[in-house]
């Protein structure tokens, strides 16, 4: 098993660009998460998913949207991206809703 | 909002001494999480604590839950240069949600 997996690890993005980060899991978990780490401020929710074709908001929303399409896949989109998302992003999954595994990270550049 | 406050932000030890983070909260907890990040890592889950005054072992790593179920500690015994890394607190606050204090990093010098 793979467990989680992030897609891209690295990504240098000039403001107003756009990108989608991809997470993929393999242990048939149907919850999801996308989370933000900054220095000093732990993590943060972005959005979360309770199970394909489901989506909802999280504790900092705002710039960012996201689909389930598939069980295995969640993915995080950035529209129109701002310096203020230069950060490092987290997918994880879980399988009760309880413990979370979390993905390698990808880490975001804004220009 | 909710919010789990750690305590030290920051701690430098020498191999060998002991090392303890606390997690406290103004309102009761439903449970209490601990995730640990290696530098350059990605947070790993290690325990969860659910009843009051709940105590837990792993090793050299002891976890315990307050009577009150507002705070929680973690202690390390004998430090190791394994250890380094942020150790998080969580609270699983229902509805598939968890919200995670700010951290405590841990250096150890050798």
């Known amino acids: 098993n793979a467990g989680v997996t992030q897609t891209p690890k690295f990504r240098v993005l000039k403001t107003g660009q756009s990108m989608t980060l991809l997470c993929a899991q393999d242990?048939?978990?149907?919850?999801m998460y996308w989370y933000r780490q900054d220095p000093g401020m732990g993590l943060r929710l972005i959005h979360y998913?309770?199970?394909?074709?489901?989506?909802a908001k999280g504790e900092v929303p705002d710039g960012y949207n996201v689909s389930r399409l598939k069980k295995q896949n969640f993915l995080l989109g950035l529209e129109s991206a701002a310096p203020s998302q230069t950060s490092v992003y987290f997918c994880?999954?879980?399988?009760?809703?309880?413990?979370?595994?979390f993905g390698p990270g990808t880490r975001l550049t804004v220009l | 909002g909710q919010q789990v406050m750690q305590i030290p932000q920051y701690q430098h030890v020498q191999e060998g001494e002991d090392f303890t983070t606390y997690c406290n909260s103004s309102?009761?907890?439903?449970?209490i999480q601990w995730y640990k990040q290696r530098p350059g890592g990605h947070p790993v889950f290690l325990i969860q604590?659910?009843?009051?005054?709940e105590v837990k072992k792993q090793k050299r790593l002891t976890f315990q839950f307050g009577e009150a179920k507002k705070n929680s500690s973690l202690h390390i015994t004998a430090t190791q240069t394994t250890d380094v890394g942020t150790y998080f607190c969580?609270?699983?606050?229902?509805?598939?949600?968890?919200?995670f204090g700010a951290g405590t990093r841990l250096f150890v010098k050798a």
């Open positions: 994880a999954s879980s399988y009760g809703g309880d413990t979370q595994y």
């Open positions: 242990m048939n978990h149907e919850y």
């Open positions: 998913s309770v199970g394909e074709g489901t989506t």
């Open positions: 309102t009761t907890l439903s449970n």
């Open positions: 604590l659910v009843k009051s005054g």
């Open positions: 969580a609270e699983n606050t229902g509805g598939f949600k968890t919200i």
